[in-house]
């Protein structure tokens, strides 16, 4: 592996401006990398469905080697990052790299991305015995998973199927934290229709959707609800004028646990004050509810877990199996057969304009990521 070259890498990827929807160009830079290195790839491209511009990436590096010890391997990452990301100045500092602007940074995902190009570098420098090396690249994470979600497997040409065993490099925190277990998530969208009436001359009239809405609110428990469920309300939305009273208010929430039936418990708890407190205010509802993805969890009886910890051991690094809050795309490939355990790229204060990443743990990671798959 060659230090430097990942760092560049990441470097030249952060200041490649790429919002979810808007990919494009840094979608560009990963190609061009890999017509370099004679590295194949498809592109596979239902992005307009969800308004984005940008392919999913397929990858395939070909087997050096027909050893049977090695076993084909999928690297994921994506490549959207989360706003504000514009004209970023990015520096290097004390092993950090940081920003002097108020953005994020973008080491999420990046930081998974330049590991997933220094591997395939690495390997064919090194030509090292390895098995099929797959990546999946994808855009507009971080605004639902939706680049992952518009991948219609069936339309993958067999020989670019990746493999079910998936390590995805998107993991906040050090090179030592591994996520294995992760939510499921559920939104839930609340419309409460009451009546609008003039609120000096005859408030008696109207029905405060408002009202009603905040009645519901205070009969709720939001926030960590126990150590493996939470949910939270994003957006209240109802305007009108102080002399009228509100017809409408509109809310949105999420739930997330990492137990399937659990949550949908939740759900159904929240639906129940929702619709009987619509009939004491007598507003009427209507709830719509969104299934958003799956628990992560290991499918194969941590068969792959145990060979990534064997990996992170033999490069010097004590990784901790993790639980997680957030969803990735790992989540989304369940749902087709993948089992993934996510990896930390080094990255710290993502989602934040105070995000910076350490060098060291994504070399750490990057080095642990070819341990695994070269002999
Ligand atoms: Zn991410």
């Not at 507003?283 to 628990?295: G, H, L, Q, W």
Request: hydrophobic letters at 35%; charged letters at 25%.
């Amino acid at each position: 592996m060659n230090k430097e070259r990942l760092l560049d890498t990441f470097l030249d990827l952060v200041k490649i401006y790429s919002p979810s929807r808007n990919e494009i160009n840094a979608m560009k830079y990963v190609v061009e990398r890999l017509e370099k290195l004679g590295v194949k790839y498809i592109l596979h491209d239902h992005s307009s469905e969800y308004g984005g511009n940008t392919p999913v990436i397929i990858a395939k590096l070909e087997k050096n080697s027909d050893d049977e010890s090695l076993k084909p391997i999928s690297l994921s990452a994506h490549i959207d990052v989360v706003e504000p990301s514009k004209d970023l100045d990015v520096y290097v500092e004390d092993g950090l790299v940081k920003t002097r602007t108020a953005t994020t940074l973008g080491g999420d995902d990046k930081g998974g991305v330049a590991i997933i190009l220094e591997t395939f570098e690495s390997l064919v420098e090194s030509n090292l015995p390895h098995s099929d090396v797959f990546a999946v690249i994808t855009p507009s994470e971080e605004v639902g998973l939706l680049g992952a979600k518009s991948i219609k497997w069936e339309e993958i040409p067999q020989d670019f199927m990746p493999s079910k065993d998936m390590l995805v490099l998107d993991n906040g925190g050090g090179c030592d934290t591994v996520a294995v277990e992760g939510p499921c998530m559920y939104k839930i969208n609340v419309h409460y229709e009451g009546l609008s009436s003039h609120a000096g001359i005859e408030p008696e009239k109207g029905r405060s959707a408002i009202v009603a809405m905040s009645n519901a609110i205070s009969k709720m428990k939001i926030g960590r609800i126990n150590d493996h469920t939470t949910s939270n309300i994003g957006s209240i939305v109802s305007e009108f004028p102080t002399n009228v009273v509100p017809k409408d208010c509109k809310i949105r929430m999420e739930v997330r646990c990492l137990n399937e039936d659990e949550a949908k418990e939740n759900v159904d708890n929240y639906v129940n004050i929702f619709e009987e407190t619509a009939k004491d205010f007598e507003v009427k509802c209507d709830i719509n509810i969104e299934y958003d993805y799956p628990p992560l969890k290991q499918i194969d009886g941590n068969i792959l877990l145990n060979r990534v910890l064997d990996a992170y051991k033999k490069v010097g690094v004590k990784s901790r199996p993790i639980k997680i809050g957030g969803g990735c795309d790992g989540n989304i490939y369940l749902k087709n057969g993948f089992n993934s355990v996510i990896l930390g790229v080094g990255m710290y204060k993502i989602h934040t304009i105070e995000e910076y990443l350490v060098i060291a743990d994504m070399e750490k990671t990057l080095e642990a990521v070819l341990e695994f798959i070269a002999k």
